[in-house]
């Protein structure tokens, strides 16, 4: 029986973008995921995992920080900020509207094959929410969809997430009204 | 000194051991404290369990989430030694956060307002870990999520609960919009098997032998995980907590979150420390209360949620579904015309015009494309960066192909609120049937079920193609020739009883299957007994509607009979089925199976069985079966047994 019956493979463990989570957009608790492969453990096993529910990527990380590289990551920012535990002040004037880029990364890890699909058909909630960790406003979304889709054959040539995230935000950065309307950080 | 001396006097009396004027603020009236240590709200934030109307026990197995050496069993210790430790010096830890009073928020909520504290009865340190997880995780609202059963997945037998915890809208934000729902947090418990050893895999989780543990991610994890690795459909009901509360509710996540609990499979597993989290939230919803005694299953936990006026939003609840549900839901909006076009496409993984696909008009294509691309979704498990494989080209077709149509994807029709999975009677039920045996007895009879439903049972909330029972245990006593009444004798033990009937389409061709473990009276010889487990594969054909369904499985059983004298028998056969729900109320089935028996030495026999079952169900609370059943074959000739029994589910 194999040992590994599932899981994520966490291949960038312990590498965090100290002062990009805390008081920027809606990123998504990122703890730098390699690639992710989700799946059913075979057969019988099945039926006992069933009632752990145990089946995946559930055990990423603890909850709470000081357990895990991903919520430290959390934490490196407000250090940052000072002793107090505050907010960084040096961000006070404008809050930054993209996601760090390692959210970013994992977000697109993580949801790349359904991204795939709803970058074709022009809209879909997680291609929704791809528009949010780049920063775009809600109001150029439909432009950022069309985007996409027009030039998904380009975007989505290789199956890689970081590939892909590139040509994403190259795209972004050639459309007037994108360049504008997001805030996609590096690249 | 003098004026020290004196401040000392004046209050000495009642704050004799302390050494603050803060911690005198915190000197509560004894009768409050005795009261608040065996209230509801104390026990429900130290996550007590009820066990027969009282709760005696934390579920909370790590020593380290008590500051009483006996907190697990003694409320009123964990008291005393909370109010103690809250009043120790602050500079008493090198590093605050390992301060009480930044490790037990709640608690410290909790006491103030429950023993009329003023607010700063104690000083409020700065806690730079929790500032910091409260300022991440920064959220305002909260959803049940639950992940239903699936047939031909084991996985998802009894389902899943888990929470998905809403981002706060962030007014600097503004213009990005409403916090997309990928982007928010979900918090999970679940054990941590220690072993994958398949003998001791259902050993320790039965005996509590896993550490569960919880952890928090991304809400999109879950929806891959789920949605498309699994197909499994979510349902999320959204709480009516405001933003007051759901911080608490991060407050007592921050206490309970980093600590071990032990998971035990059917009682203390992912759904009932659900409820538990809930109950410590807003103590008067009792949720834990509701009869789980020995069994909890997500349904009945997700019923107990619903039960509770107004604790599930008006219209808040959502459906999200699986890959499967999304192929079925988008083959469904289309015309018979454009469902053979997609038929055809997906057989022939091709586009050509030969499909018929060109000729369609450009929406009607993009609803075909967009049903193919689910279709592979469903047949690859596509999630994460999961490719397709054996679909790679095909799939490339119709993305291309998709691309290039400018129309957007329809929406998906949500199935009808009957088929939400807390519709349909509890899991547990009891049993209580009279009858005519096959040797013209009568007989009582009385039977538990504990989990979770059977395939002659009306579907409403569950599958209608579904069996799942484990450890259903039957007694009979019969009235014999001459009058007299036998005592209440175990007649059958179900272990593990699973029937997993998938519907063959164009579309979707899974096998259907069995697989059962148990013991039960020997057919040769009532007196003696017999052990088997079987298991077997098959095909099944249903309507559309799921009204009616034909089934065939060919099986084979084997086991140990007191009858042979070598013991060991094995004995493979078929079972075909017919199952019929004119209405949702009542349920027909007809099974008929026939097996040729065999043990070593001994000449081999056919053995079959036809039986004929009607269910009728009174609202989700009871339900009334008369049966039918006819042995053939064997050694003994035999009449047919009626009977009739009325279940009730608890």
């Known amino acids: ?187 | 000194l003098t004026i020290l001396a004196g401040l000392f006097a004046t209050c000495g009396v009642e704050a004799g051991f302390a050494f603050g004027a803060a911690v005198a603020r915190a000197e509560p009236d004894p009768a409050r404290v005795a009261a608040l240590a065996e209230s509801p709200a104390w026990k429900a934030l130290l996550l007590y369990v009820p066990r027969w109307g009282w709760r005696r026990t934390s579920i909370v197995d790590a020593p380290d989430f008590f500051l009483a050496k006996t907190g697990q069993t003694d409320p009123a210790a964990e008291l005393v030694a909370t109010l103690e430790a809250f009043g120790r010096p602050l500079d008493a830890y090198p590093k605050i956060d390992d301060h009480p009073l930044c490790r037990y928020p709640a608690r410290r909520a909790l006491l103030t307002r429950e023993l009329g504290l003023a607010d700063d009865a104690w000083p409020k340190p700065k806690c730079p870990a929790q500032d910091r997880w409260l300022g991440y995780v920064d959220v305002d609202g909260i959803s049940l999520v639950f992940a239903s059963y699936f047939l031909n997945n084991p996985a998802s037998l009894f389902g899943h609960t888990f929470l998905r915890l809403h981002r706060r809208a962030d007014p600097e934000l503004a213009s990005l919009g409403k916090p997309p729902a990928m982007l928010d947090f979900a918090v999970n418990f679940a054990a941590n098997p220690t072993t994958s050893n398949p003998i001791l895999y259902p050993l320790y989780g039965l005996a509590g032998g896993f550490p569960g543990t919880f952890s928090l991610m991304p809400y999109y994890l879950k929806v891959q995980e789920y949605n498309n690795a699994e197909s499994r459909d979510l349902w999320e009901y959204r709480l009516a907590f405001d933003a007051a509360e759901t911080r608490y509710f991060m407050q007592v996540l921050w206490e309970v979150g980093p600590h071990v609990i032990n998971y035990f499979y059917i009682d203390e597993n992912c759904s009932y420390v659900m409820l538990l989290l809930l109950d410590a939230l807003r103590p008067e919803l009792a949720l834990a209360d509701d009869g789980f005694l020995l069994i909890t299953t997500p349904a009945d936990t997700l019923r107990a949620i619903v039960s509770r006026e107004g604790l599930v939003v008006d219209d808040g609840v959502a459906w999200r579904p699986s890959s499967r549900g999304r192929l079925l839901a988008r083959s469904r909006a289309l015309t018979a015309e454009q469902r053979r076009v997609l038929h055809e496409v997906v057989d022939t993984k091709s586009l050509a015009a030969e499909t018929g696909l060109p000729a369609l008009a450009p929406a009607a294509q993009a609803a075909v494309l967009d049903a193919a691309l689910e279709w592979i979704d469903y047949d690859e498990a596509l999630a994460g960066t999961k490719t397709a494989t054996l679909n790679q080209a095909f799939q490339d077709a119709l993305l291309s192909a998709r691309a290039k149509i400018d129309a957007p994807p329809g929406t998906l029709t949500e199935p009808p609120a009957s088929a939400r999975p807390e519709r349909g009677p509890r899991t547990q039920s009891f049993a209580l049937g009279v009858g005519v045996d096959s040797r013209e007895r009568s007989f009582a009879q009385a039977e538990w079920r504990p989990t979770l439903h059977q395939v002659e049972s009306p579907s409403a909330g569950y599958s209608p193609y579904l069996q799942i029972e484990i450890m259903n245990f039957r007694w009979r006593s019969v009235v014999d020739e001459e009058g007299r009444t036998s005592p209440l004798e175990l007649e059958q033990i179900r272990l593990f009883d699973a029937l997993s009937l998938a519907p063959l389409s164009a579309l979707v061709r899974s096998p259907s299957w069995r697989f059962a473990v148990g013991g039960r009276r020997d057919p040769h010889d009532e007196r003696l007994w017999r052990g088997s487990f079987e298991g077997g594969g098959g095909a099944t054909f249903a309507t559309s509607d799921g009204r009616w369904t034909a089934y065939g499985i060919g099986l084979v059983e084997a086991g140990l009979s007191q009858a042979y004298v070598r013991r060991l028998y094995a004995a493979p056969g078929v079972q075909l089925g017919l199952l019929a729900e004119p209405l949702d109320t009542t349920r027909l089935g007809l099974t008929w199976r026939t097996q040729r028996e065999g043990s070593g030495g001994e000449p081999a026999l056919t053995r079959s069985r036809l039986r004929f079952a009607a269910s009728y169900a009174f609202r989700e609370q009871a339900e009334l079966r008369a049966w039918l059943e006819r042995a053939g074959g064997g050694l003994t000739p035999s009449r047919p047994e009626i009977g009739i029994e009325i279940t009730v589910f608890h």
């Open chain 1, 1 to 187: 029986m194999k040992a590994v019956l599932t899981s994520v493979s966490v291949a960038v463990l312990g590498m965090f973008a100290a002062g990009q989570a805390y008081g920027a957009g809606y990123g998504a608790a990122g703890c730098g995921l390699g690639s992710i492969v989700l799946g059913a453990k075979p057969g019988f096993m099945q039926v006992f995992a069933a009632t752990t529910n145990g089946t995946s990527a559930s055990q990423t990380f603890g909850i709470t920080s000081g357990t895990s590289n991903c919520a430290d990551k959390a934490g490196a920012a407000t250090e940052e900020g000072g002793e107090e535990g505050e907010a960084p002040k040096k961000d006070k004037k404008k809050k930054k509207k993209n996601a760090s880029i390692i959210e970013q990364r994992d977000f697109v890890t993580a949801n790349l094959s359904t991204l795939k699909k709803e970058a074709a058909q022009g809209n879909g909630e997680t291609l929704a929410a791809l528009s949010s960790t780049l920063g775009c406003d809600a109001a150029v979304f439909p432009q950022f969809a069309a985007n996409i889709k027009g030039h998904h054959g380009q975007i989505f040539a290789k199956n890689d997430a970081n590939a892909v995230l590139i040509n994403v935000k190259a795209q972004v950065g050639q459309d007037e009204t994108l360049a504008q309307g997001c805030e996609v950080g590096v690249y």
